[in-house]
């Protein structure tokens, strides 16, 4: 069972909102996340650090959010170069190890 | 602008030690951390370690007693050593540097990736 928990797929329509979830335990929840997009092919991306905060360059249609056992990446105004994998990450200072979801196809239809 | 190659054999007989190395431009490797991770089509992502700009390093506990990471400040290279890999250890590996702002450095955030390199562990 994976520490970090992302659904397979999710899929919107060009200039929709979309969310992508990553859940785990309490105590995991407890530490800040990152997320990733990954074009097929390429190396990811961070578009999140510290559960909402973007890097420059990183346009604000991205943002991150928590709440409970569940962080959450928005997407707002989807455009069809969206279309990639998304990965959520995490610092678990318990274990000294960095622990990343199983990732999430994103579909722009 | 930071960029970040990876090189090194794209194959690897089984029980032998896989070695790679990462070149840093752009950036004084004595400036920031620097990890390696790795990704296949069937475990994903998975972090193998960091070496710190002060040389501490930190493994990935279910790796630790295989892996090593360096660093040669002379040539500005980054190196990771894999001991006895088997069919498992198949994977793309990156190397990537730790995101920092401030005077905080992020474990779970990578803001400069290098492109990746293919490993197959084969006879």
């Known amino acids: 069972q994976s520490v970090l928990t992302q659904p397979p797929s999710v899929s919107a329509a060009p200039g929709q909102r979309v969310t992508i979830s990553c859940s785990g335990s309490n105590s995991v929840m407890r530490n800040d996340i990152s997320w990733y997009q990954q074009v097929p092919g390429t190396a990811p991306k961070l578009l999140i650090y510290?559960?909402?905060k973007r890097p420059s360059g990183i346009p604000d249609r991205f943002s991150g959010s928590k709440s409970g056992t569940s962080a959450t990446l928005a997407i707002t105004g989807l455009q069809t170069g969206d279309e990639a994998d998304y990965f959520c990450?995490?610092?678990?200072?318990?274990?000294?190890?960095?622990?990343f979801g199983g990732g999430t196809n994103l579909a722009v239809l | 602008q930071v960029q970040l190659q990876e090189s090194g054999p794209g194959l690897v007989k089984p029980s032998e030690t896989l070695s790679l190395s990462c070149t840093v431009s752009g950036a004084s490797i004595s400036t920031s951390y620097w990890s390696w991770i790795r990704q296949t089509p069937g475990r994903g992502l998975e972090w193998i370690g960091y070496i710190s700009d002060g040389g501490t390093t930190n493994y990935n506990p279910s790796l630790k007693s295989r892996v090593t990471i360096s660093v040669d400040m002379s040539t500005n290279h980054v190196s990771l050593k894999l001991t006895s890999v088997s069919a498992a250890d198949t994977a793309v590996y990156f190397c990537?540097?730790?995101?920092?702002?401030?005077?905080?450095?992020?474990?779970?955030?990578?803001?400069?990736w290098g492109r990746g390199t293919l490993v197959t562990v084969s006879s």
């Open positions: 510290d559960t909402y």
């Open positions: 990450a995490t610092w678990d200072p318990n274990v000294q190890s960095v622990f």
């Open positions: 990537a540097r730790n995101f920092d702002y401030g005077a905080s450095v992020w474990h779970d955030a990578f803001d400069v």
